[in-house]
T-cell receptor, first 112, second 117 residues
Framework: GQQLNQSPQSMFIQEGEDVSMNCTSS?????WLWYKQDPGEGPVLLIA?????ELTSNGRLTAQFGITRKDSFLNISASIPSDVGIYFC????????????FGSGTQLTVLP | ETGVTQTPRHLVMGMTNKKSLKCEQH?????MYWYKQSAKKPLELMFV???????ENNSVPSRFSPECPNSSHLFLHLHTLQPEDSALYLC????????????????FGNGTRLTVT
């Protein structure tokens, strides 16, 4: 089946620092999504990307749909304590199946 | 407040018990899903319902039995579970029948933390 390789698995950063995480795959996708899961809650959609090369921002978050359609990255600028959580990439395959696949997540810890 | 409500939040059960997880969505969506979340693993899709009809069963063992009486409610009946079934079980809903498409993103509940002893 399709797999997304998400890295890093975990990150410890100082408040105010920028963060970058990415997802790669050997498969081609039509849509890339980034979710955040706060402790004790379900994942919430942050950004959706629909076109190769697309760069989209949501506040301090910026994500890009890789030009090869096989990867995506998420950047967080000037991190704050409430950025703590697990960030998941997800992607939707092409074709009639339109299967949604999730990455294994990046656990982000922001130190004061 | 999330539009998808799951109960209970925590559940501890023995391997011979029978229990049920409940999910209710208040968003007017027509598709509902069960996902299993284990630590450091991708979310695993278990079941998909579209307009109360099961459209996907992702090779889930029969000890997990879903029920969808209407588009707003979804249950997961559990019996004779194994310790490796301990995980966070997430319910989600979407407007469209495909999972999380651009015009129909998934809305997740806060999950039920299940521990099988």
């Amino acid at each position: 089946g399709q797999q997304l390789n998400q890295s890093p698995q975990s990150m410890f950063i100082q408040e105010g620092e920028d963060v970058s995480m990415n997802c790669t795959s050997s498969s081609i996708f039509n849509t890339w999504l980034w979710y955040k899961q706060d402790p004790g809650e379900g994942p919430v959609l942050l950004i959706a990307l629909y076109k190769a090369g697309e760069l989209t921002s949501n506040g301090r978050l910026t994500a890009q749909f890789g030009i090869t359609r096989k990867d995506s990255f998420l950047n967080i600028s000037a991190s704050i304590p409430s950025d703590v959580g697990i960030y998941f990439c997800a992607a939707i395959s092409s074709g009639s199946a339109r299967q949604l696949t999730f990455g294994s997540g990046t656990q982000l810890t922001v130190l004061p | 407040e999330t539009g998808v409500t799951q109960t209970p939040r925590h559940l501890v059960m023995g391997m011979t018990n029978k229990k049920s997880l409940k999910c209710e969505q208040h968003l007017g969506h027509n598709a509902m899903y069960w996902y299993k979340q284990s630590a450091k693993k991708p979310l695993e899709l278990m079941f998909v319902y579209n307009f109360k009809e099961q459209t996907e069963n992702n090779s889930v063992p029969s000890r997990f039995s879903p029920e969808c009486p209407n588009s707003s409610h979804l249950f997961l009946h559990l019996h004779t579970l194994q310790p490796e079934d301990s995980a966070l079980y997430l319910c989600a809903s979407s407007q469209g029948s495909y999972q999380g498409t651009y015009n129909s993103p998934l809305h997740f509940g806060n999950g039920t933390r299940l521990t099988v002893t």
